[in-house]
């Protein structure tokens, strides 16, 4: 069982930046991929940014080049740096960890985005 706790959500105007962190209660070395999703309200959950246990990263289209998703093993986090915010990015934002074997959520935390 892994339990993964994200922290670092809240409020900030459109242009601004925040840094997501999920913290997880096992080591995450072996964790196959590591990501963040988001959902909106009256929307389906999406992928946001992924990254794999080789390092290789993956982004959505519309965070692509605005989001940067890491991890640190030895710390058991992984984090997601988003900078220029939009309102379009406001959701609730969600660490996902899965493998052939298990699937995994956080609880969620908010992120709104003003305009």
């Known amino acids: 069982q892994v339990q993964l706790v994200e922290s670092g959500g809240g409020l900030v105007q459109a242009g601004g930046s925040l840094r997501l962190s999920c913290a997880a209660s096992?080591?995450?070395?072996?964790?196959?991929?590591l990501g963040w999703y988001r959902q909106a309200p009256g929307k389906q959950r999406e992928l946001v940014a992924v990254?794999?246990?080789?390092?290789?990263?993956n982004y959505a289209d519309p965070v692509r080049g605005r989001f940067t998703i890491s991890r640190v093993n030895a710390k058991k986090v992984v984090s997601l740096q988003m900078n220029s915010l939009k309102p379009e990015d406001t959701a609730v934002y969600y660490c996902?960890?899965?493998?052939?074997?298990?699937?995994?959520w956080g609880q969620g935390t908010q992120v709104t985005v003003s305009s």
């Open positions: 096992v080591s995450i070395s072996n964790i196959d991929a």
């Open positions: 990254i794999t246990s080789y390092g290789t990263t």
């Open positions: 996902n960890a899965r493998g052939s074997q298990y699937d995994y």
